[in-house]
Each structure stands twice: as structure tokens, then as C-alpha cells.
């Protein structure tokens, strides 16, 4: 067991089924003490294919253990995306406490008949922690209108009105349900028609409240495929009010969750108290299918913890990586009022050949600057700051292996949404992905990338010149030194 998952490219503190395809995560709860992570998974091949859910637990959110597959396909169809739900009250009669999926079926027989109406919502449950599932026998519980795409609910308890709401997505809105026992559901409002971005189709949408400044704000999260900020999939999202049936939206802008190009279908984990936790599939439609990657396919991202700031008129949401990946934090240093001129090479200091580490970093907004992870053939991944586009950017362009995909060898660009001098800046790099948090995770990227050899070199660089408070540098553990 110990060579496992130390193949090429293979994620040491991200998730990743042993083999096979993967993509988006579902039915993301914590129950009983241990976090559950469902996903879109392809059991028989490195590429999409009739949809199962896989199955992987946690104490943490960080070090997972692959479990046996939740869900087949059935004569209703694929197992596509969904949430799952802790049934406190019982409200389903399944039992006290049960676990409650909610998915949506794919008939893949139907979709070929053009019917408009293959995709149907349904149920299943679990009586003990997960392990072995029943669906139910009434299922689907949410007929298709005709609607072609129809999809990937989110369902969660509305206390003050005592019923479940389900937020599920229907081709370029987001349609909410409501159900006193999870199995029958009444359609109360839509949402969207005309409002956030609409380069592509509407799919895994996410509603919760976060407290800010002493009142609930609801997050409506939207992912998007294609239309993101730097090309393909994308999760966007609104800020406004949820009253048990309709959504309004405060947000003037389309809000991104992740400028990144590898943060898709991201939503967060039910049952987690005050905590909001957001974790996506770290990939894009674009070339998910093609990256070369074996014998698996696709890492989720870090779990990150969600939170809201204002600034100027408008609120914005923020992640930041979950505190428990300090856990596996090993050897650094910290430097303190050190004047960048050109370069400073941490790679003496850093002594790392796994690639794999957590940047901390604050500095002035007055100059160009990057961090720029490198080996010894010359693969460069670039992180930066841009002072005229007031931008951050992750430059993929010379990584490593990116002849697979056209338009993989790209530079991507985010805003700097933060107004003040000081930036502050968190850098997580596993063996084949940057996480990049600025300015306490008002900005965010994720970008994949694939180094011919691991990263082993680290340099600021700033022409102009950059003077830094602190750089604290910590190496991470790779799985095996856990
Ligand atoms: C998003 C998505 C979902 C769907 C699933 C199918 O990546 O297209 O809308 O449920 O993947 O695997």
C-alpha cells in the first residue's frame, strides 16, 4: 500500500479516487462525527461514463478513505449530481437521523428519444453512516416539466417555515422547491432568467445563509459551464434574501466564486453548524477528459471555509483554506522586513523536492510582483500580482505538460477586489495544483497543471522592487509522511 498514490501528477493533500473518472462532488454532509464526500464517478474507464456516486470519508475534511460505491444506475437511469441531507426529525419516515441523497436521475434512453424529459429528481437513504443505500420506491419525487436540462439539487432544512427548500438548476435559471418530508415537492419561485452570467448552462446550484454584520445574508451559488471568467466551467454567485420562497438578489455584478479555470461544481457540506465549507471538482469541461493523469482522473480542492466582507457598496464572499489543513504543515521558516530587488531565491531555505507547501505572504500593492515555482527542466508556474490591471494572475503557459488541450497553456486573470495597500496572500501548492487566496480569500484562483518533474525550486521575483512584512514558507506532508 505504501506505493499507492505516488504515481506522476498524483494530488498528495487533495482528494483522488485510486482509478477512474471523477468529477463533481455530491451529497457533501457531515454526520456522527465524520465528514461524507459523494461524487460523480465512472467506475469502468479514465473518462465520463454512465454516473455512479462514489464514496470517500473523513475526519477532517483533508485525509480521505475511499469507500465502496453509494449508488448504481438504474432503469430510472445515471446517478447525476445532488446533495445529501441528515433527516433529524425524521420528516421521511425512512428513520431518525437518516441519511437522505438527493439526485438527480439521468435516462440516458429518454435523452436519445429527445423527450425534454430524462432528467428527474429522486431519493435514496441510509440507515447506517452512509455504508449501504436504499432508494425509494416512489422515485423520481420531481417530475420534469420538459425542461432539457434539469439538474443537481441542493436541498437543506428552512427552520422558520419547518419544511425542506430544494435549489435545482433548469437551463439557465434556478427553480426552488419546497417538501414538508423530502418526497413530495412544490414548486415555489424561480430565479435568473435575466440575471448573472449566461455563457452556458445553468448546473449544481447552492443556497445558505452566512450571519454578516448581524443579519443573514443568503448565498446563491450558480456554477456555470461554459461562461466562466477564464474560459469554460465556472461557479458564480448572488447575494440577496431567501423568504422561504423567493430569492432576491443584492449582487449589481456577476460575483465569481474562483477566477481559476479548475473550481467546478463547487458547493458546500450540509449539517456543519455555523461553519460554511465549500469544496468543487478541480477541473474544467474544457479538458477534463484529456488530462494526463493515471490511472485516475480528476482532484477535488482544498475544503474551504466561506465567509463575507464588504467593501465599498457591495459584500463579497471569501474562502479561505479549512484549519485543519494546518495539520500537515512540517518544517518552514518565517522571514520578516526583507526588500525584494529583482529576485529572492527560497529554494536553499525551502530545501523541498516534493513540491508540495503553503505560502503566506503580505506586502505593498505598489509594485509588480510573482512567485514563481520551478524545477530542474525549466517548468515554470507563475503566480503574480499586476499593479496597472490591479489583477492577480496564475500563468500556466510554460508548466509542464499543456499540449493536451488547446487552451490549456494560458495565462488567467483575476480582479483584485480588496481596496486596501497591504496585500496579503496564501499560496497552496500539491504536486499538480496552485490554490491562490489573496487579500483574505476575496480573490481566489485554482488552476491544475502538470510539471514534467516535481516543483523543488521558489523565487519572489519584482523588477521594480517589493519590500515583504512576512513570507512564511511551510513545507506539507505528502501522504505517505502522515
Ligand atoms: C456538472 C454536471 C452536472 C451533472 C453531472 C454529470 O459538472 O454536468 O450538471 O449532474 O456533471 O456527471
Not at 444506475?73 to 441519511?99: C, E, R, W
Not at 520551478?374 to 499540449?403: C, F, H, M, P, T
Not at 484562483?445 to 523565487?459: G, L, Q, V, W
Request: with cysteine.
Amino acid at each position: 500500500l505504501a506505493q499507492d498514490f505516488k504515481e506522476k501528477y498524483r494530488p498528495q493533500f487533495h482528494f483522488t479516487p485510486k482509478a477512474n473518472w471523477m468529477n463533481d462532488p455530491n451529497g457533501m454532509v457531515y454526520h456522527n462525527g465524520i465528514y461524507h464526500l459523494f461524487y460523480q464517478y465512472y467506475p469502468d474507464a479514465k473518462v465520463w461514463g454512465p454516473m455512479h456516486w462514489g464514496h470517500a470519508t473523513s475526519k477532517d475534511m483533508i485525509s480521505w478513505k475511499e469507500q465502496p460505491i453509494a449508488l448504481y444506475p438504474d432503469s430510472l437511469g445515471y446517478i447525476f449530481s445532488g446533495s445529501a441531507v441528515v433527516d433529524k426529525n425524521n420528516t421521511a419516515g425512512f428513520g431518525k437521523d437518516a441519511l437522505v441523497a438527493i439526485f438527480t436521475h439521468h435516462d440516458p434512453v429518454q435523452e436519445k428519444q429527445k423527450t425534454g424529459k430524462h432528467e428527474t429528481q429522486s431519493i435514496a437513504y441510509s440507515l447506517d453512516d452512509g455504508k449501504t443505500w436504499t432508494k425509494y420506491k416512489g422515485n423520481p419525487v420531481v417530475q420534469n416539466p420538459g425542461i432539457s436540462d434539469f439538474r443537481d439539487p441542493k436541498v437543506r432544512w428552512f427552520e422558520a417555515q419547518k419544511k425542506w427548500i430544494m435549489t435545482l438548476a433548469s437551463k439557465d435559471r434556478i427553480t426552488f422547491y419546497s417538501s414538508p418530508d423530502l418526497k413530495s415537492w412544490s414548486r415555489e419561485s424561480d430565479f435568473g432568467a435575466k440575471e448573472g452570467g449566461h455563457g452556458g448552462v445553468w448546473e449544481c446550484p447552492d443556497l445558505f445563509p452566512i450571519k454578516h454584520e448581524g443579519k443573514d445574508v443568503w448565498v446563491l451559488i450558480v456554477n456555470i459551464n461554459p461562461g466562466g471568467p477564464n474560459k469554460g466551467s465556472a461557479g458564480q454567485y448572488f447575494l440577496g434574501n431567501f423568504d422561504g420562497k423567493t430569492f432576491t438578489s443584492n449582487s449589481k455584478e456577476t460575483k465569481w466564486l474562483d477566477y481559476g479555470t479548475d473550481n467546478y461544481a463547487a458547493v458546500t457540506f450540509a449539517n456543519t453548524g455555523g461553519r460554511n465549507i465549500l469544496m468543487g471538482w478541480m477541473s474544467n469541461w474544457q479538458y477534463a477528459n484529456q488530462v494526463p493523469t493515471d490511472p485516475w482522473r480528476s482532484a477535488n480542492t482544498i475544503a474551504r471555509e466561506l465567509g463575507l466582507k464588504t467593501v465599498g457598496n457591495e459584500i463579497y464572499l471569501t474562502s479561505i483554506p479549512v484549519k485543519e489543513l494546518d495539520a500537515l504543515n512540517s518544517t518552514g521558516f518565517l522571514l520578516k522586513n526583507v526588500k525584494v530587488q529583482d529576485q529572492l531565491d527560497l529554494t536553499e531555505r525551502a530545501k523541498n523536492k516534493s513540491g508540495l507547501f503553503r505560502l503566506d505572504l503580505t506586502t505593498e500593492s505598489k509594485a509588480d510582483f510573482s512567485i514563481v515555482l520551478s524545477n530542474e527542466v525549466g517548468n515554470e508556474l507563475i503566480v503574480g500580482y499586476n499593479k496597472a490591471g490591479n489583477q492577480y494572475y496564475i500563468d500556466r503557459i510554460k508548466s509542464g505538460k499543456v499540449d493536451f488541450e488547446k487552451g490549456f497553456a494560458e495565462k488567467h486573470t483575476a480582479p483584485r477586489l480588496a481596496t486596501g495597500s497591504k496585500i496579503s496572500l496564501t499560496l497552496l501548492a500539491d504536486v499538480a495544483s496552485v490554490e491562490l487566496f489573496a487579500d483574505n480569500g476575496l480573490t481566489v484562483m485554482t488552476d491544475i497543471f502538470f510539471p514534467d518533474t516535481p516543483i523543488s525550486k521558489f523565487h519572489i521575483k519584482s523588477v521594480s522592487g517589493i519590500f515583504l512584512d512576512t513570507l512564511q514558507y511551510k513545507s506539507i506532508k505528502s501522504r505517505n509522511d502522515r
